[in-house]
């Protein structure tokens, strides 16, 4: 069953520690992504990459940090720079081809107190 | 600098009548539309996408409708059938490489 699984589905961290997101897909997609989710407001990128060894700025990077060391694995590194990081995290992967939908992990749920 | 705007939080439909989503556009660049389907707790899910090449694309109960001049466009479901109840958001792409630039969420109900 091929798929994207994000880990783990909650998260609890306390403020001013670094806290990893994992994302692992076995779809053999090229291109992966991480989304962010806030209560009424759309999903906003946080960064992509297109190919191994190589990432993106998104919209909203500052505070985060990614690798791409496999094509199967895009870890999300939410640092103690991340003003605001309690937020629904969501991550994403497509084939690079134009007009590809992207496919989402079923997300995980950081919570900083 | 919202690009793309859903402007109707919620919609409430009855089971068997058609629900209309509707979403627009501001960046002239975009030229591939989808939408996706959200249940609480879970990843978004594609439902059916558009090329602007296209005024129209269907797939079963859905229908995606282009109106490029009005950079306008809507989601038809026909009939609106209680498991169809979730967050439906619009996105757009401008570039090759599918970052996707999303609005922020209709939250559609269908009574039973």
């Known amino acids: 069953d091929g798929g994207i699984t994000q880990s783990p589905k909650y998260l609890f961290r306390k403020e001013g520690q670094n806290v990893t997101l994992s994302c692992e897909q076995n779809?053999?997609?090229?291109?992966m992504y991480w989304y962010r989710q806030d209560p009424g407001q759309g999903l906003r990128l946080i960064y992509y990459?297109?190919?191994?060894?190589?990432?993106q700025k998104g919209d909203i990077a500052e505070g985060y940090s990614v690798s791409r060391e496999k094509k199967e694995s895009f870890p999300l590194t939410v640092t103690s720079a991340q003003k605001n990081p309690t937020a629904f995290y969501l991550c994403?992967?497509?084939?690079?081809?134009?007009?590809?939908?992207?496919?989402f992990g079923n997300g995980t749920r950081l919570t900083v107190t | 600098d919202q690009q793309v705007k859903q402007n109707s939080p919620s919609l409430s439909v009855q089971e068997g009548r058609i629900s209309i989503l509707n979403c627009d556009y501001t960046?002239?660049?975009?030229?591939?539309f989808l939408w996706y389907k959200k249940y609480p707790a879970e990843g978004p899910t594609f439902l059916i996408s558009?090329?602007?090449?296209?005024d129209k694309n269907e797939d079963g109960r859905f229908t995606v409708f282009l109106n490029k001049s009005a950079k306008h466009l809507s989601l038809h479901i026909v009939p609106s059938q209680p498991g169809d109840s979730a967050v439906y958001f619009c996105?757009?792409?401008?570039?090759?490489?599918?970052?996707?630039?999303f609005g922020a969420g209709t939250i559609l109900r269908v009574k039973s």
């Open positions: 994403a992967s497509s084939i690079e081809a134009a007009e590809s939908p992207l496919h």
């Open positions: 990459s297109q190919i191994v060894n190589d990432f």
């Open positions: 960046n002239s660049m975009f030229d591939y």
């Open positions: 996105a757009a792409s401008a570039e090759y490489g599918n970052k996707l630039v």
């Open positions: 779809l053999n997609h090229d291109a």
């Open positions: 558009i090329s602007s090449i296209k």
